[in-house]
Every structure is written in C-alpha cells, then in structure tokens.
C-alpha cells in the first residue's frame, strides 16, 4: 500500500499550488482519500476529502471556496488545487485514505486506513 503525496513548495500570498496524492496496494474506488494538514505547534486539521463510494467532498471551513479536491480514478489519484493561498495555510500537508467515507478524515472519530508522508506548503506573506 503506497500514498504518494507530490505538489509542495513555496508560493507567495494570493498564489496557487496543487497537490497530487498517487495511490497503489489497494481498492481505491471503495476508499475516500483527503489531506490532513499540521502546522508547528498546531493540532492536526481535516482540510478536505472526496469519498468514490458515496459521491461526497468534505472541506474545512478554514478552507471553502479556495481549494477544490477531485478524483481520476482512471490513475487513482487525487487531487487538491489550492487557490488563494494565505500564510496561515503554511503546513506539511499528509495524504490519507478512509474506507468509504469521509469520516476520520474530516476530524470525526474513525479510523484512518492509511497515511502517506507529508508534503511542506509555505506561503509567505
């Protein structure tokens, strides 16, 4: 089972990037995939999360209406595009895939299946 998280790097204010999360090892389809995010000093936030089974996206609140996630399953891989980017989006960004649903991923009690490594995001000011 591989998560591969790809896209990082350092932008300016107002930027974009997109990050790429490549899957293998396992049924993608039956899995929801997202992207957690951890800042120095920080707790761990759910940022957003696409789930094939039940045709759902989740988004932080912290985040609507400048990142948009999406799926090609034809690659098994996901998507973040991430526009307007601000300083407080500064973190390492991790990939992580939930069977089924967006449950654990968007902060709810439930397990997260499997993790890929982290990928640093910096917007300077």
């Known amino acids: 089972v591989q998560l591969q998280a790809s896209g990082g790097g350092l932008v300016q204010a107002g930027g974009s990037l997109r990050l790429s999360c490549a899957a293998s090892?396992?049924?993608?389809?039956?899995?929801?995939i997202g992207w957690f995010r951890q800042a120095p000093g920080k707790e761990r936030e759910g940022v957003s999360c696409i789930s094939n089974a039940q045709g759902t996206t989740y988004y932080a609140d912290s985040v609507k209406g400048r990142f948009t996630i999406s799926s090609d399953n034809a690659k098994n891989t996901v998507y973040l595009q991430m526009n307007s980017l601000k300083p407080e989006d500064t973190a390492v960004y991790y990939c992580?895939?939930?069977?089924?649903?967006?449950?654990?991923?968007?902060?709810?009690?439930?397990?997260?299946?499997?993790w890929g490594k982290g990928t640093q995001v910096t917007v300077s000011s």
């Open positions: 992580a895939a939930e069977l089924f649903a967006c449950w654990g991923l968007q902060g709810l009690d439930y397990e997260i299946n499997y």
């Open positions: 090892g396992f049924a993608f389809n039956d899995y929801a």
